[in-house]
């Protein structure tokens, strides 16, 4: 062990460290596809733990290639902000699919409001909920000019 | 050293990988298999990743990148099958 330590640089060190934390969240990301209990639940451990894996790969990857060969590469970094911006956009569309399939108006949780959630709303209520919306602030506005005279 | 890491790299990706494998095959609903493969996708990307340390070249980036824009791609349209029934209306 010791050995191993002496004969390794900072950068050797450096390196490894952002490999094998990256390998855990890998891991991870895809055991809590195997171990949690809902779709909603299991929806976190790819989007979120892997993610943080494949950027920790490559960054650890653009270390290697400035500090072992001396080359500045930006590839890995096109790929990782790639992979965070779509990682987002695909949980959501997996989501609003589990929504749409498995769940009704009903079993979701209450919203607080008289509206329910965004997708469940169609296109008859939302305009109902906006003319009331529009219809309160035109009485509004006609009780200030009423007041100021 | 790196070498080391590399190994324990690819093991555990290697690993994660068997698990997506797993939960294609039993899943409890298509939901859980569309996730599993978007997470399929994204695990094969940082094994390409870890070989091009490996190799120490970058020729692999380009092919991971492609892989990147396919797997975002066909997640998206298995959603859009999934709540439409169609893909492109």
Do not use: Q
């Not at chain 1, 989007?47 to 930006?74: D, H, N, P, Q």
């Not at chain 1, 609003?96 to 009903?106: G, L």
């Not at chain 2, 994204?42 to 120490?56: Q, T």
């Not at chain 2, 791609?73 to 169609?86: E, H, I, P, Q």
């Amino acid at each position: 062990m010791t050995e191993i330590l002496t004969e390794a640089s900072a950068a050797e060190i450096l390196v490894s460290v952002f490999l094998v934390i990256s390998g855990v969240f890998g891991l991870v990301g895809s055991f809590g596809l195997l171990k949690l209990d809902n779709t909603m639940a299991r929806l976190h451990a790819p989007t979120k733990a892997t993610t943080l894996g494949v950027g920790g790969i490559l960054i650890a990857s653009m270390l290697y290639f400035l500090l072992f060969e001396g080359t500045l590469s930006f590839h890995e970094l096109l790929i990782t902000i790639f992979l965070f911006l779509t990682a987002p956009v695909v949980a959501h569309f997996i989501a609003k699919a589990h929504i749409h399939r498995h769940e009704s108006p009903d079993s979701t949780p209450p919203t607080g409001c008289a509206r329910p959630w965004a997708t469940f709303e169609t296109d008859e209520m939302r305009e109902a909920v906006e003319a009331a919306e529009r219809g309160e602030a035109a009485t509004s506005e006609a009780r200030l000019k009423a007041e100021r005279g | 050293m790196i070498d080391h890491a590399l190994t324990f790299a690819f093991a555990c990706f290697g690993l994660a990988l068997l698990f997506n494998l797993y939960r294609i095959v039993v899943a409890p609903g298509v939901v859980d298999r569309v996730l599993a493969l978007d997470t399929l996708v994204i695990n094969s990307i940082a094994l390409l990743g870890l070989y091009g340390i490996l190799e120490g070249t970058a020729v692999y980036f380009e092919a991971s990148m492609l892989i990147a824009m396919t797997g975002f791609v066909s997640t998206v349209s298995y959603a859009r099958f999934m709540l439409r029934g169609d893909v492109i209306e």
